[in-house]
């Protein structure tokens, strides 16, 4: 098994710590994993991105063009990225602020109202966790059990009174996600 | 009323300089550089130096300074910026040559070459803006940062055992005897605003009259590198800046006014 | 020894490794990509815990000549920047290598010429490999193309850099710099005690003890004559070092018609691409090189007898593949494919380059 994956949106989304958790995540269930972020000051404010692969082998390249997943959370990045997704692949992106849905007919594509939902239930800091349960409820790349331990090992001690939240909203996510289009 | 009726010459109360480009800054909002960007370019548009002025770019934020100002520009090594400047200007003694540098590149990678010029008392204006950090790169410590303050590179707060004090370049550049003029100023309110602009102008016109380095230091915020929105950015500025960097003149027409 | 399991980026595992392998003082400037190094360090406080001392300096050009301070009273020692900057320590380099001073120096690569971009490259190679400052001298240079090597090679960059008197230069690029990856980090070693210095870098200025003449760390000879001799010494280290330190990793060599030669990040697109020929059912090997100096010239000159072709891959426009064209003599095609300016190369773009240039070729 080898799982490519982008995750692009704005600055501030989480987009980078939603890959970190999913890497360290990976890493603890015994897989290989990458984690190679867009940076630089084009990152002010404006679009970030990270790649993440999550493998069974010895990954080669860590910087990828073409990706099995597209986790999307704006415009910019659907616009950049959709047409990178390899046939039979997965789209999966939040409707907020999209104007301008997915079109291709040779992938999955699923959406997650995250940013909505985040927002109704006042959990704007768990946004990416609520993504990253949609995500692994199409993709189950990693186990729920090595989610709490990549979150235990990712974020620093004094936070970890924040996981069972983290992972509630994981659940959030999985019940969340809508296929929009099947292969 | 029609936008026709209210778009006359007779209505025009303020109009963008045309020494800034139609370019979108790419700075962060509320960042003091765009300000003093504008400051510089009514300057040189009310002197009527526009074909006589050559910017020298720095490198950090304002590295792309040279995409903003409708002049001719050049973009140094970092630091090397007052080098440029020395050589454009006494190759071109009438031109109008001015340097703009962050606090890294002037007074840190920079110092040898800005000491020099100003010693050397090189006809040339330098804007100097004081952040106290390194923007461009992430938020590193600068040699102004503050005792206590926390970047990138000081995550625990700048302390003095390890990095030392705060570098009062401007005070130490006053002392030399070819600096003119030496000053700090701001750019957080409309009347620092207005005195910056003084200030600028001045060092122009000093540079016209030949008289010797100008040095404008604009102690600005950066609210990225500390983490703060710009409003209270502007505060902590007030606040802490200006008690280690304090606002006004250190050297008129050649003579110290502060010690 | 005892491993621990991290997740880390390229330039946290130069810190890590810096401060794990019992390094006596880090100083750099900051530059983007590789300012995580310093900021690794300074969140560590590996002063409290080892010792180390770890200092922003000014500039570059302090940053290399500290590094020679430091370097010429025994201690390791090391800085690390990216292309702009390490140009800026290209005279401290050349008086390191004069004076046979050990240290390591970590270049992080971007695209350039000139402040260029701060995105991935490999068009420092030439400066690396051929002297970059002035005078007759190499670097050893190490490529790492994982977290896991930006880790070890700090280690073994000690190893070589004491055994040879000679600067260590790891240089890696933006991407290995950026990426974070599974890490595994040892215990840590500690750092030399006065008595290990003098007996691991007996050469150096640490204090003249009664018993013996004042040591002088210089890389100046006024006398011709000795200068020559000095230089002769040198190369006979260089030449020693081609002899036995030539590092290399050959993936499927053994029955491959064309060969990638590769090094870093390049390797590891590269290795992608073999995958992708592969399902094409090409016979593709890797020969992904670790040291850049010294250069794996005989393994170059076997395989340029065995197989139809080699293709140079790397970020530049063509720097590595001459010294891969000089080792095969042209006793097969060699050609070079690379993006660059800071433009990351696709394994697809990668193996389409070796289709057009080498396996269809006349
Ligand atoms: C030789 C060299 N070293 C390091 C850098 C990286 N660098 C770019 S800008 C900068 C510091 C900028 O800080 P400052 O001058 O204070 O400007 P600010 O961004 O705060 O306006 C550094 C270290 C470089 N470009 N060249
Ligand atoms: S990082 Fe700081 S100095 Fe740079 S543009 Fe933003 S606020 Fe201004
Ligand atoms: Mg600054």
């Known amino acids: 098994m080898t799982e490519e994956i982008i995750i692009a949106g704005f600055g501030g989304q989480g987009v980078l710590s939603m890959g970190k958790i999913l890497a360290y995540s990976g890493a603890m269930q015994d897989k290989e994993v990458s984690w190679m972020p867009s940076y630089g000051p084009e990152m002010r404010g404006g679009t970030a991105n990270v790649s993440v692969i999550i493998s069974d082998e010895r990954i080669s390249s860590p910087i990828i063009s073409q990706f099995d997943t597209a986790i999307i959370l704006n415009q910019q990045s659907l616009d950049k990225f959709e047409s990178s997704v390899k046939p039979g692949g997965v789209l999966l992106y939040d409707p907020n602020g999209?104007?301008?849905?997915?079109?291709?007919?040779?992938?999955?594509?699923?959406?997650?109202?995250?940013?909505?939902?985040?927002?109704?239930?006042?959990?704007?800091?768990v946004f990416n966790m609520i993504v990253l349960g949609g995500f692994l409820k199409v993709k189950p790349v990693v186990t729920e059990e090595f989610i709490e331990k990549g979150l235990m090992k990712s974020l620093p001690e004094r936070h970890h009174g924040m996981i069972p939240e983290n992972l509630k909203a994981v659940q959030t996510g999985k019940e969340l996600v809508q296929a929009v289009h099947t292969l | 009323m029609f936008n026709q009726d209210i778009v006359k010459p007779e209505n025009l109360v303020y109009k963008r300089t045309e020494v800034l480009t139609d370019n979108v800054m790419h700075y962060c909002p509320g960042c003091g550089h765009g300000t003093t960007h504008r400051i510089i370019a009514e300057v040189i548009e009310e002197m009527g130096i526009q074909d006589k002025a050559?910017?020298?770019?720095?490198?950090?934020?304002?590295?792309?300074?040279?995409?903003?100002?409708?002049?001719?520009?050049?973009?140094?090594?970092?630091?090397?910026?007052?080098?440029?400047?020395t050589a454009i200007q006494r190759l071109n003694p009438d031109k109008h040559t001015f340097t703009y540098q962050g606090d890294g590149d002037l007074a840190a990678i920079g110092t040898a070459e800005t000491i020099h010029a100003c010693n050397r008392g090189e006809n040339i204006v330098i804007i100097f803006i004081n952040n106290g950090i390194y923007g461009m790169t992430g938020?590193?410590?600068?040699?102004?940062?503050?005792?206590?303050?926390?970047?990138?590179?000081?995550?625990?707060?700048?302390?003095v055992e390890l990095n030392g004090y705060p570098l009062q370049i401007t005070e130490l550049l006053a002392q030399l005897p070819g600096t003119y003029l030496v000053t700090r100023q701001s750019v957080h309110t409309a009347a620092a605003v207005r005195k910056t602009k003084k200030a600028i102008r001045q060092a122009f016109e000093n540079q016209?009259?030949?008289?010797?380095?100008?040095?404008?230091?604009?102690?600005?915020?950066?609210?990225?590198?500390?983490?703060?929105?710009?409003?209270?950015?502007n505060e902590w500025m007030v606040e802490n800046m200006f008690a280690k960097y304090p606002i006004g003149d250190i050297k008129v027409d050649g003579e110290l006014v502060q010690k | 020894m005892a491993k621990e399991l991290k997740l880390m980026k390229g330039n946290e595992a130069i810190a890590e490794a810096a401060i794990r392998s019992g390094c006596d003082g880090y100083f750099g400037y900051p530059i983007t990509p590789q300012s995580e190094v310093m900021e690794h360090l300074m969140a560590e406080k590996p002063w409290e815990k080892t010792g180390m001392v770890v200092l922003q300096a000014e500039s570059e050009t302090s940053s290399i000549n500290m590094v020679y301070g430091g370097a010429g009273v025994g201690k390791k020692v090391m800085t690390s920047s990216s292309s702009p900057g390490i140009s800026l320590m290209q005279e401290g380099l050349t008086y390191l290598a004069g004076a046979e001073l050990p240290a390591i120096v970590v270049n992080v690569v971007r695209g350039g010429p000139g402040l260029g971009t701060i995105q991935p490259s490999q068009a420092d190679y030439f400066q690396a490999t051929k002297g970059g400052g002035h005078g007759d001298y190499q670097l050893f240079v190490l490529a790492p193309a994982t977290v896991q090597e930006m880790y070890d090679f700090v280690f073994l960059g000690w190893e070589i850099a004491f055994k040879y008197r000679n600067p260590v230069m790891i240089l890696s690029d933006g991407a290995i710099g950026q990426v974070?990856?599974?890490?595994y980090v040892g215990d840590y070693v500690p750092r030399w005690t006065d008595e290990e210095l003098r007996k691991n870098a007996p050469w150096a200025s640490f204090g003249k003890p009664t018993d013996r003449k004042h040591h002088i760390i210089t890389s100046l000879e006024l006398d011709s004559a000795k200068q020559e001799l000095h230089n002769h010494k040198l190369q006979a280290k260089y030449r020693e070092m081609e002899e036995k330190e030539v590092r290399f990793e050959a993936i499927n060599c053994d029955d491959a018609d064309y060969i990638f030669v590769a090094y870093g990040s390049s390797a590891r697109i590269a290795e992608k691409a073999m995958q992708l020929g592969k399902e094409k059912g090409y016979k593709i090997g890797i020969l992904r090189l670790i040291t850049l100096f010294p250069f794996p010239k005989k393994k170059i000159a076997e395989l340029s007898t065995k197989v139809k072709g080699m293709l140079a891959v790397e970020m530049s426009a063509g720097q590595m593949v001459e010294d891969v064209r000089l080792a095969a003599e042209f006793r097969c095609p060699i050609e070079h494919y690379g993006r660059y300016g800071g433009i990351i190369h696709t394994p697809q773009e990668v193996l389409e380059a070796l289709e057009e240039k080498i396996i269809k070729r006349k």
């Not at chain 2, 770019?57 to 400047?85: I, K, M, Q, T």
């Not at chain 2, 040095?215 to 409003?231: D, H, L, Q, Y």
């Open chain 1, 98 to 125: 999209i104007t301008n849905p997915p079109k291709r007919t040779d992938i999955n594509i699923y959406k997650i109202a995250a940013t909505e939902k985040a927002a109704d239930l006042g959990l704007a800091k």
């Open chain 2, 54 to 85: 050559i910017c020298v770019a720095p490198v950090g934020c304002s590295v792309l300074a040279y995409n903003y100002f409708e002049v001719d520009s050049l973009g140094a090594a970092h630091g090397r910026a007052p080098a440029l400047a």
């Open chain 2, 139 to 159: 938020g590193q410590m600068a040699p102004t940062t503050l005792v206590g303050m926390k970047t990138a590179t000081t995550p625990y707060g700048r302390n």
């Open chain 2, 208 to 233: 016209k009259n030949k008289k010797g380095t100008s040095f404008v230091e604009v102690v600005s915020n950066c609210n990225s590198g500390w983490k703060m929105p710009a409003t209270k950015a």
């Open chain 3, 180 to 183: 974070m990856e599974k890490l």
